[in-house]
């Protein structure tokens, strides 16, 4: 029914030929149903010989009987194989409709080529030492004044503490005390803010030294994926496409820019925490499952119960589990402890 041919790293061309007779079969059943409702003046309607309409739908009906048929063949092959799909099957060359030769095309799957991990040994990541001057904190200050409505008129110790309670900061009787504490919020903002910057640059000299280039199709059918949920959200909050570029100040294109690239990070870390995790031989445990679980249930109470049964719902929880568990133990060898949240340790 079908050969295989591997091209580079990540292409595999299957040759898949449709015997014509299953072919010619479908063909008459989707001519019978095209033509089943046709008025055409002097038959009745329904009535009209089919050879008389077929000339002129042979085309399309052709093609229309290739593309309900193709998908099964396709879909036969690629489980016979063993293909792990990253992007969809594309036509490189359709098949010719008319003799009575098998039908027979080419389709270009696209796999993602298998990568080897670099030397973690030379992921490094410089440290800087946090430190908020004072016009930050008045800064802040003066914001708070501008966007709380109070009784008192000034900065001052009063002023304080009624923004205090309106924050629900606790301990502040004075203005020095507000100022100390928005001291230490700015300080913890700004740790999480470059703890986060180190890990993201620790993961791309990671994905650099593994030298791991995602395949474009892939990067391409991640990207138009945003473009569909971003067009289905537009779509439910009733904002038309259109006026939301208007308002925003941003075309189209750069949008689809943003979506590339953004599609091109997200893959790349995806395959190197699967690269790291299969490695360093990480697993997933059932308890692990077991305590997402229970977060969620305490997190999202109205959530459905029933998603907990669902086997592919389950699946996706364990691999979500599984990359966690590699971030976590990539950082934690490539850069040490100190190197983690909070949340993390």
């Given at each position: 029914m079908y050969t295989r041919e591997d091209k580079g790293e990540d292409t595999i061309v299957l040759t898949i030929s449709v015997p014509r007779e299953s072919f010619d079969k479908s063909y008459n059943a989707v001519l019978k149903d095209q033509t089943k409702d046709s008025n055409v003046k002097g038959f009745r309607k329904g009535k009209v010989?089919?050879?008389?309409?077929?000339?002129?739908?042979?085309?399309?009906?052709?093609?229309?009987?290739?593309?309900?048929?193709?998908?099964?063949?396709?879909?036969?092959?690629?489980?016979?194989?063993?293909?792990?799909?990253?992007?969809?099957?594309?036509?490189?060359?359709?098949?010719?409709?008319?003799?009575?030769d098998d039908l027979e095309?080419?389709?270009?799957?696209?796999?993602?080529?298998?990568?080897?991990?670099g030397n973690m040994k030379k992921v490094k990541v410089e440290k800087e030492t946090v430190e908020i001057e004072q016009k930050d904190v008045d800064q802040a200050i003066k914001e708070l004044k501008t966007n709380n409505e109070t009784k008192a008129k000034s900065i001052c110790d009063s002023w304080a503490k009624e923004i205090a309670k309106k924050l629900e900061l606790k301990d502040i009787k004075s203005l020095e005390d507000l100022k100390k504490e928005i001291e230490r919020i700015l300080t913890t903002q700004k740790e999480q803010m470059l703890m986060q910057s180190y890990q993201e640059n620790a993961l791309k000299q990671a994905i650099n030294l593994s030298d791991i280039k995602v395949p474009q199709a892939a990067i391409e059918f991640e990207a138009k994926e945003r473009e569909k949920a971003f067009e289905?959200?537009?779509?439910?909050?009733?904002?038309?496409?259109?006026?939301?570029?208007?308002?925003?100040g941003i075309d189209m294109e750069q949008m689809r820019e943003a979506w590339l690239k953004d599609a091109k990070e997200a893959l790349e870390s995806d395959v190197f925490l699967t690269l790291y995790a299969d490695t360093k031989d990480i697993k997933v445990e059932k308890e692990d499952i077991d305590k997402k679980i229970e977060v969620i249930k305490k997190t999202q109470p109205d959530v459905d119960q029933s998603i907990f049964d669902n086997e592919q719902w389950l699946e996706y929880v364990q691999?979500?589990?599984?990359?966690?568990?590699?971030?976590?133990?990539?950082?934690?060898?490539?850069?040490?402890?100190?190197?983690?949240?909070?949340?993390?340790?």
């Amino acid at each position: 029914m079908y050969t295989r041919e591997d091209k580079g790293e990540d292409t595999i061309v299957l040759t898949i030929s449709v015997p014509r007779e299953s072919f010619d079969k479908s063909y008459n059943a989707v001519l019978k149903d095209q033509t089943k409702d046709s008025n055409v003046k002097g038959f009745r309607k329904g009535k009209v010989p089919t050879d008389l309409l077929e000339p002129s739908m042979k085309s399309m009906l052709q093609f229309d009987t290739f593309e309900k048929l193709a998908p099964m063949y396709i879909n036969t092959a690629i489980q016979k194989e063993k293909i792990e799909l990253i992007a969809p099957p594309k036509y490189s060359e359709l098949p010719k409709f008319d003799g009575k030769d098998d039908l027979e095309f080419k389709v270009e799957t696209t796999i993602m080529p298998k990568f080897k991990l670099g030397n973690m040994k030379k992921v490094k990541v410089e440290k800087e030492t946090v430190e908020i001057e004072q016009k930050d904190v008045d800064q802040a200050i003066k914001e708070l004044k501008t966007n709380n409505e109070t009784k008192a008129k000034s900065i001052c110790d009063s002023w304080a503490k009624e923004i205090a309670k309106k924050l629900e900061l606790k301990d502040i009787k004075s203005l020095e005390d507000l100022k100390k504490e928005i001291e230490r919020i700015l300080t913890t903002q700004k740790e999480q803010m470059l703890m986060q910057s180190y890990q993201e640059n620790a993961l791309k000299q990671a994905i650099n030294l593994s030298d791991i280039k995602v395949p474009q199709a892939a990067i391409e059918f991640e990207a138009k994926e945003r473009e569909k949920a971003f067009e289905q959200d537009m779509q439910q909050r009733g904002v038309k496409v259109e006026d939301f570029i208007k308002q925003s100040g941003i075309d189209m294109e750069q949008m689809r820019e943003a979506w590339l690239k953004d599609a091109k990070e997200a893959l790349e870390s995806d395959v190197f925490l699967t690269l790291y995790a299969d490695t360093k031989d990480i697993k997933v445990e059932k308890e692990d499952i077991d305590k997402k679980i229970e977060v969620i249930k305490k997190t999202q109470p109205d959530v459905d119960q029933s998603i907990f049964d669902n086997e592919q719902w389950l699946e996706y929880v364990q691999r979500v589990e599984r990359k966690e568990k590699a971030f976590k133990k990539f950082i934690l060898h490539t850069l040490g402890k100190e190197f983690l949240n909070k949340e993390e340790k």
